[in-house]
């Protein structure tokens, strides 16, 4: 399977640590994203990072892109309770001759923020 | 701005029964796309379409068809519903091979 996999697969920490999510993969990718999704609600995209980049920052999150180990983590900082939802990773693969990328999530993680 | 909206967002079924589930978006997307979700199993792929009049198989398709008449619709079909079928929905589209846009999801109970 191309399929990514999350570490842990759950984190329950306390408001104002740090919060970090790995996701490892296992053919070349030409991008990699982030996606959080609330209990009940659809996914979001939070951030998108290529194949030749090795960090990119938005806000409080930090995600990191090792494609010679083909893992990458995302790093919540100063944790909020707000923050308390499932991060998945999903893997973009070329198909076909259209430039469509193919779109694969891995099982999440289920992250607990505690006041 | 709606987004994506899909309809129903829950639903009940017999075996046997089918139904239709609406995607509809208002962002002019070209790429559409029909997911499931089930617990421990993260969102799996069932169809995609790259453009208005295409449509194409994802990793679970058997069981499920899709038409994408109009741009901003793309239609998921159960024919003959069976109780493995029984998921969170999700349609999600995209201007590019970027960033997915998702729906709040769509419950099917299959008994």
């Known amino acids: 399977s191309q399929q990514g996999e999350e570490d842990p697969q759950a984190l329950s920490i306390q408001e104002g640590e740090n919060a970090t999510m790995n996701c490892s993969y296992k053919t070349s990718i030409n991008n990699l994203q982030w996606y959080r999704q609330n209990s009940g609600r659809g996914l979001v995209h939070l951030i998108l990072i290529r194949s030749n980049e090795r960090e990119k920052h938005s806000g409080r999150l930090r995600v990191t892109l090792d494609t010679s180990k083909k893992s990458s983590s995302l790093l919540i900082t100063a944790s909020r309770a707000a923050d308390t939802a499932s991060y998945f990773c999903a893997t973009a693969y070329g198909v076909g001759g259209w430039g469509y990328n193919k779109l694969i999530f891995g099982a999440g993680t289920r992250l607990a923020v505690h006041p | 701005n709606a987004g994506v909206t899909q309809t129903p967002k829950f639903r009940v079924l017999k075996t046997g029964q089918s139904m239709t589930l609406l995607c509809a978006q208002d962002m002019n997307h070209e790429y559409m796309y029909w997911y499931r979700q089930d617990p421990g199993m993260g969102l799996r792929l069932i169809h995609y379409?790259?453009?208005?009049?295409?449509?194409a198989k994802g990793e679970v398709p058997d069981g499920y068809n899709v038409s994408r008449l109009k741009k901003q619709n793309f239609l998921l079909g159960l024919e003959s519903a069976a109780p493995s079928q029984t998921s969170v929905y999700f349609c999600?589209?995209?201007?590019?091979?970027?960033?997915?846009?998702f729906g709040e999801g769509s419950r099917l109970t299959v008994l």
């Open positions: 379409s790259v453009g208005e009049g295409t449509t």
């Open positions: 999600a589209s995209s201007l590019n091979t970027g960033e997915l846009f």
